[in-house]
């Protein structure tokens, strides 16, 4: 079954610094997605892509956060001078037309 | 605004007995409707899913859940269920299809052996 893939799976970064979180989606999906979960709260919607552009976003994607396919494969979401209040757990998903979301198995990232 | 509730935080049920989740939500129309679980450290994993139709949906490891829409529910079941089935399980919603999932905070599933 098609999956998507996450990497890294656990990331550690010093405050202030710049992560990269990356996903490679379904390959024939078109919709792409990131969502984050902060231990023990709900998860909270970050951003939707499609057609090489944003689509949505809430309130919690602000200047800090960015999101690019830089290629026909990658989803990328970039965090610039990290707070300790990012450390979450962030998924990716991709979906078809018309829903039916897939997650990838997530990216711990710890801010210390 | 939209919302999801789930009103237990826990259920601790006996492997071998019966389960049922709830899922309330709040929206103006139906919205597309689905159960994720998630076992510890692991991603989320769709269970099913209800766009429209058929108001009982069946879905993987032996799960269904059934909408109600005068009871804006769609509460999640399982007959019997085993011990791997402990883990957490999100009831989310989104508008429509390609749109934001939104999330009900969880309900932690304990099996007793």
């Known amino acids: 079954e098609p999956e998507v893939t996450q990497t890294p799976s656990h990331q550690v970064t010093q405050m202030g610094q710049e992560v990269i979180l990356r996903c490679v989606p379904i390959?024939?999906?078109?919709?792409f997605y990131w969502y984050r979960q902060i231990l023990g709260q709900k998860v909270e919607f970050l951003v939707s892509?499609?057609?090489?552009?944003?689509?949505?976003k809430s309130e919690i994607f602000d200047d800090q956060f960015s999101v690019e396919r830089p290629d026909g494969s990658n989803f990328t979401l970039k965090i610039r001078s990290t707070k300790l209040e990012d450390s979450a757990m962030y998924f990716c998903?991709?979906?078809?037309?018309?829903?039916?979301?897939?997650f990838g198995s997530g990216t711990r990232l710890t801010v210390v | 605004a939209q919302s999801v509730t789930q009103p237990d935080i826990h259920i601790t049920v006996s492997e071998g007995a019966s389960l049922e989740l709830r899922c309330n939500y709040s929206?103006?129309?139906?919205?597309?409707l689905f159960w994720y679980v998630q076992s510890p450290g692991q991603g989320l994993q769709l269970l099913l899913k209800?766009?429209?139709?058929d108001t009982l949906v069946q879905g993987i490891k032996g799960f269904e859940a059934e909408f109600k829409r005068s009871q804006s529910s769609f509460n999640l079941r399982k007959p019997s269920v085993h011990w791997s089935d402990a883990a957490e399980y999100f009831c989310?919603?989104?508008?429509?299809?390609?749109?934001?999932?939104?999330w009900g905070a969880g309900t932690k599933l304990i099996i007793k052996p």
């Open positions: 989310a919603v989104a508008p429509g299809g390609n749109y934001q999932l939104i």
């Open positions: 929206y103006g129309a139906t919205p597309y």
């Open positions: 209800y766009f429209s139709g």
């Open positions: 390959s024939n999906h078109l919709y």
């Open positions: 892509f499609y057609n090489n552009e944003i689509s949505e």
């Open positions: 998903a991709s979906s078809m037309t018309g829903g039916g979301y897939t």
